[in-house]
């Protein structure tokens, strides 16, 4: 009888970041609630490498599963080398990070497996049920697995980050054999700018259709930077042609759970609730108090953006000390 | 060489805003439903793939009910050639392992007629969410499969290069074919359905094939197929009451609210 909860690890562009130890923190909830032992797995080109950071998180046991083939994410690839993980695991459940790659795996991995798959699962109950958005978010569904086996993908921002601390478990090497590749990664092409992902972002500033026009989102951009956030917009400011659509949050969007989410010069349509709603404190700013964003907010400012947003930027640089220009 | 494109499609219901009724159950019945919106994506590639390889065709393939056919009439209306309908009862309460077993069935039966050269879908269903049908139909049938697809940059009929936007840039990646491909919003504006499609829609007539004309056992469909199943649905918990920041001028609430947040710890 399979036994063993199995975090998967995917490097990307061969180096950990930190989100991966979100997925100990999720395999530690999972493991208590089903009392299996807690195992990790890194998969890629240099995954012997990168073990030791996962090793003293928590898992009693890691994996390495490192050969050329793995060296870039492709779907195939690396489905089969997550089942080689799980075989030697003999896991019963597999937890994966709900990014491109990580989703994608899981999907692929879940029918290698023969098991059950629920992606971006946002909470892990007692009984090893697991909570998931269905409708844009708009309903929260209790889901059970009915094969022996389940996969899961984890959302980002929801579970914690397992720190660091007593023992390393011992780095085990897993063989994998990837047959005749179907696919061959060609080449990458990394984002000229320096600006931090939505996804992962512990802070987002995002504009809407209240702000007019493409320079609308300058002030925002500088209350980002302020705040060390990341900026997002709404469908309408996406359409509009102001930002590009990889800042767009929303159905059609991304969906994103940072602990700050200022919006500004939004209205708050259902579509757009749908990636933020999760939020831990909703900041609105609105020159309209009953729109729904200013209605639903944790905190609403009622006003224009264009005096407000330059004003709270400078306040904030006030507070950490920043020089205000003159 | 003529390409014999697939598009997967599915209807949704035309809302998110749905309810549950008193048992947890998503109050789905009677809400309107349409061609779920990122395929819309979807069948513009898979038309426009057809139209730039001469002798090609694309052909539309849902699973759901009888009603079902209706977003099979609307790919034709957008310039789809055909369609064909996965239905039966033993369809109902499918997740996504159960679908794609289906679509990989009716894949391998069309594959088996005329060799499929690619397959698209659309990002993700607006019900589930989930964004895995696609590679999970390319792994029952042992296909290359790619997601986040925002660029068919080459096809032939051997192989698919494609541009794949992850987080952090765009990845390119070449594929065998026949291949199942997952696209994104920025592969294309579709265009709107055309009268000639609509005409075209509404004579088309589509195969109907059950879980038995796929070889597909009672115990491999529907609910009965599922890998994970939806116990009960509630309304995400409400969020706790909000409050106003006040301020005769601007700069007064600028300040209240840095006071805010700096209290909160969230800067």
């Given at each position: 009888?399979?036994?063993?909860?199995?975090v998967?690890?995917?490097?990307?562009?061969?180096?950990?970041?930190?989100?991966?130890?979100?997925?100990?923190?999720?395999?530690?909830?999972?493991?208590?609630?089903?009392?299996?032992?807690l195992?990790?797995?890194v998969?890629?080109?240099n995954?012997?490498?990168?073990?030791?950071?996962i090793?003293?998180?928590?898992a009693?046991?890691?994996?390495?599963?490192?050969?050329?083939?793995?060296?870039?994410?492709?779907?195939?690839?690396?489905?089969?080398?997550a089942?080689?993980?799980?075989?030697?695991?003999?896991?019963?459940?597999?937890?994966?990070p709900?990014?491109?790659?990580?989703?994608?795996?899981?999907?692929?991995?879940?029918?290698l497996?023969?098991?059950?798959?629920a992606?971006?699962?946002?909470?892990?109950?007692?009984?090893?049920?697991?909570?998931?958005?269905?409708?844009?978010?708009?309903?929260?569904?209790?889901?059970?697995?009915?094969?022996?086996?389940?996969?899961?993908?984890?959302?980002?921002?929801t579970?914690?980050?397992?720190?660091?601390?007593?023992?390393?478990?011992?780095?085990?090497?897993?063989?994998?054999?990837?047959g005749?590749?179907?696919?061959?990664f060609?080449?990458?092409?990394?984002?000229?700018?320096?600006?931090?992902?939505l996804?992962?972002?512990?802070?987002?500033?995002?504009?809407?259709?209240?702000?007019g026009?493409?320079?609308?989102?300058?002030?925002?951009?500088?209350?980002?930077h302020?705040?060390?956030?990341?900026?997002?917009?709404?469908r309408?400011?996406?359409?509009?042609?102001?930002?590009?659509?990889?800042?767009?949050?929303?159905?059609?969007?991304?969906?994103?759970?940072?602990?700050?989410?200022?919006?500004?010069?939004i209205?708050?349509?259902?579509?757009?609730?749908?990636?933020?709603?999760?939020?831990?404190?909703?900041?609105?700013?609105n020159?309209?108090?009953?729109?729904?964003?200013?209605?639903?907010?944790?905190i609403?400012?009622?006003?224009?953006?264009?005096?407000?947003v330059?004003?709270?930027?400078?306040?904030?640089?006030?507070?950490k000390?920043?020089?205000?220009?003159? | 060489m003529a390409l014999?494109?697939?598009v997967?499609?599915?209807?949704?219901?035309?809302?998110?805003?749905?309810?549950?009724?008193?048992?947890?159950?998503?109050?789905?019945?009677?809400?309107?439903?349409?061609?779920?919106?990122?395929?819309?994506?979807?069948v513009e590639?898979?038309?426009?793939?057809?139209?730039?390889?001469?002798?090609?065709?694309?052909?539309?393939l849902?699973?759901?009910?009888?009603?079902a056919?209706?977003?099979?009439?609307?790919?034709?209306?957008?310039?789809?050639?055909?369609?064909?309908?996965?239905?039966?009862?033993?369809?109902?309460?499918?997740?996504?392992?159960?679908?794609?077993?289906?679509?990989?069935?009716?894949?391998k039966?069309?594959?088996?007629?005329?060799?499929?050269?690619?397959?698209?879908?659309?990002?993700?269903?607006?019900?589930?969410?989930a964004?895995?049908?696609g590679?999970?139909?390319?792994a029952?049938?042992?296909?290359?499969?790619?997601?986040?697809v925002k660029?068919?940059?080459s096809?032939?009929g051997?192989?698919?290069?494609?541009?794949?936007?992850?987080?952090?840039?765009?990845d390119?990646?070449?594929?065998k074919?026949?291949?199942?491909?997952?696209?994104?919003?920025?592969?294309?504006?579709?265009?709107?359905?055309?009268?000639?499609?609509?005409?075209?829609s509404?004579?088309?007539?589509?195969?109907?094939?059950?879980?038995?004309d796929?070889?597909?056992?009672?115990?491999?469909a529907?609910a009965?197929?599922?890998?994970?199943?939806?116990?009960?649905?509630?309304?995400?918990?409400?969020?706790?009451?909000?409050?106003?920041?006040?301020?005769?001028?601007?700069?007064?609430?600028?300040?209240?609210?840095?006071?805010?947040?700096?209290?909160?710890?969230?800067?």
């Open positions: 009888m399979a036994n063993g909860i199995l998967v690890v995917i490097p990307s562009r061969g180096t950990l970041s930190p989100a991966s130890y979100e997925l100990l923190g999720a395999g530690k909830v999972l493991a208590d609630a089903l009392k299996q032992p195992l990790a797995a998969i890629g080109g995954a012997a490498s990168l073990a030791g950071d090793a003293a998180r928590g009693s046991k890691v994996l390495a599963v490192e050969h050329p083939s793995l060296k870039d994410f492709t779907e195939e690839a690396y489905a089969k080398a089942a080689a993980a799980v075989a030697k695991a003999d896991a019963s459940r597999v937890i994966l709900s990014t491109i790659a990580g989703r994608s795996l899981a999907a692929r991995l879940a029918v497996l023969k098991a059950g798959l992606t971006d699962v946002t909470e892990i109950l007692p009984d090893g049920k697991v909570r998931r958005g269905y409708y844009g978010g708009n309903l929260i569904a209790e889901v059970e697995f009915k094969s022996p086996l389940a996969v899961m993908t984890v959302a980002a921002m579970f914690p980050r397992a720190e660091a601390g007593g023992a390393a478990a011992p780095i085990e090497a897993v063989s994998f054999d990837p005749a590749p179907v696919s061959e060609v080449s990458f092409q990394g984002e000229e700018s320096r600006e931090i992902d996804g992962a972002a512990e802070k987002v500033v995002a504009g809407g259709a209240g702000l026009s493409a320079e609308g989102f300058k002030p925002l951009f500088e209350l980002a302020a705040l060390g956030a990341a900026v997002g917009a709404s309408r400011a996406v359409d509009s042609g102001w930002i590009p659509y990889k800042h767009q949050v929303g159905l059609t969007g991304r969906t994103v759970r940072p602990k700050l989410y200022v919006a500004v010069g209205s708050g349509q259902i579509q757009h609730l749908a990636g933020m709603a999760s939020s831990g404190t909703i900041v609105a700013v020159s309209d108090k009953d729109c729904p964003l200013m209605q639903m907010a944790s609403a400012v009622q006003g224009e953006y264009s005096e407000l330059p004003l709270i930027t400078a306040e904030i640089k006030a507070r000390g920043h020089a205000v220009p003159a | 014999n494109i697939i997967c499609v599915k209807s949704t219901p035309s809302t998110v805003n749905v309810g549950v009724d008193a048992d947890g159950k998503p109050k789905i019945a009677g809400v309107p439903v349409a061609l779920n919106p990122f395929d819309e994506f979807a590639a898979a038309v426009r793939l057809k139209e730039s390889v001469p002798g090609s065709t694309a052909t539309a849902t699973v759901g009910p009888d009603a056919a209706e977003v099979l009439r609307e790919a034709i209306a957008r310039g789809a050639d055909g369609g064909v309908l996965v239905t039966g009862p033993e369809f109902e309460g499918g997740d996504s392992y159960a679908t794609s077993l289906a679509l990989s069935a009716a894949l039966k069309m594959h088996a007629e005329k060799p499929v050269s690619i397959v698209l879908f659309g990002k993700n269903t607006s019900d589930a969410g964004g895995v049908v590679t999970q139909t390319a029952w049938l042992e296909w290359a499969s790619v997601s986040a660029k068919l940059e096809v032939d051997t192989s698919a290069t494609v541009l794949r936007q992850m987080e952090d840039g765009v390119t990646v070449k594929l074919l026949p291949a199942c491909i997952s696209t994104i919003k920025e592969i294309n504006e579709p265009r709107l359905p055309s009268l000639k499609g609509k005409m075209a509404k004579k088309a007539v589509f195969p109907k094939w059950t879980a038995a796929l070889g597909l056992q009672p115990a491999q529907g009965a197929g599922a890998g994970a199943v939806v116990v009960k649905a509630a309304l995400p918990p409400a969020r706790p009451a909000g409050l106003k920041v006040e301020g005769a001028t601007a700069a007064e609430k600028a300040a209240r609210l840095v006071d805010i947040l700096v209290e909160r710890k969230l800067i």
